[in-house]
């Protein structure tokens, strides 16, 4: 199986950096995905409260016999949930769900501006004293909230998972999230199936012998960023997986750099994205 590179994290840990999205991936199609993903050999598995798939994670990890220690996994909580009592409520749900003892990583899920976020902070803090999660972040959170959220913790916020993909290129919030030792984890990094027949990454590919979603992710890794890319088909979920053996030159990298759009798919009227400002 390939060595899966990793990215460090705060208290001594590690994420792989190639992850495996399950939003929408609910039932037993969902189950026999996350499975299917963990005998393909991703080690990183992300989730959510708002996904109602907890069961279906530890389902498909059981099914998949790899043991609890080699994977790591995601959940957040949602923006409605973030004083105190909520966060760790939505933590032990998700823990007695996926029929785990710890999180690897709980993150806020949107930002709330009507809940303090020194409350929600504080809440993550106990998790990891009480050893129920390794490390905390966040996810939707442009530079401005993170400056916030920073604010407001002594306690180190180990990502921002945000959309990132060929066509929202952030180059601004990843640089930030550098600048303060903040992981950034890509959700849609595959523009939500919009960079599959892409011509500049088809073109670019072609010269690995690669599809354009294989360049989309390598470019992704290449910068440091996680993906998390999501499939229910094993063809497609090895497919995604087939990234680590190979890389992109300068120029390549450069050229995709080029097709920036700042095209956002997942607002939801949310996320307070600044308006001036939409690549934060």
């Not at 190639?18 to 199609?29: D, P, Q, R, S, W």
């Not at 012998?209 to 294989?214: D, F």
Request: hydrophobic content about 40%.
């Amino acid at each position: 199986m390939k060595s899966q590179p990793t990215l460090p994290l705060p208290h001594n840990q590690v994420m792989p950096q190639l992850g495996f999205g399950t939003f929408k991936l609910t039932g037993e199609e969902g189950t026999e995905a996350i499975r299917t993903a963990l005998e393909c050999g991703y080690r990183h598995l992300d989730t959510a409260a708002m996904y109602a798939n907890h069961r279906e994670a530890g389902e498909g990890l059981r099914r998949s016999g790899v043991a609890r220690n080699e994977v790591f996994i995601t959940s957040k909580v949602w923006h409605d949930k973030l004083h105190y009592d909520g966060v760790v409520d939505t933590c032990l749900n998700a823990l007695e769900e996926i029929g785990t003892k710890w999180l690897d990583l709980y993150l806020v899920h949107w930002p709330n501006e009507e809940i303090p976020m020194e409350e929600t902070f504080r809440a993550m803090a106990d998790l990891i004293s009480d050893g129920r999660i390794r490390n905390f972040g966040v996810s939707n959170f442009t530079v401005r909230r993170l400056r916030e959220a920073l604010a407001e913790t002594d306690a180190p916020v180990a990502v921002n998972q945000v959309e990132y993909h060929v066509h929202l290129n952030q180059e601004k919030l990843l640089r930030f999230c550098r600048e303060n030792g903040i992981r950034v984890v890509a959700y849609c990094p595959l523009g939500s199936g919009r960079l599959v027949n892409d011509p500049e990454l088809e073109a670019i590919g072609k010269a690995h012998g690669k599809t354009a979603a294989q360049t989309a992710l390598r470019w992704l890794l290449q910068k440091g960023i996680s993906p998390i890319p999501k499939a229910t088909a094993r063809a497609r979920i090895q497919s995604n997986f087939a990234v680590l053996d190979w890389s992109l030159s300068d120029d390549e990298m450069r050229r995709i750099d080029a097709l920036h759009r700042n095209e956002r798919i997942c607002d939801w009227d949310r996320g307070g994205f600044d308006a001036d400002d939409p690549a934060e």
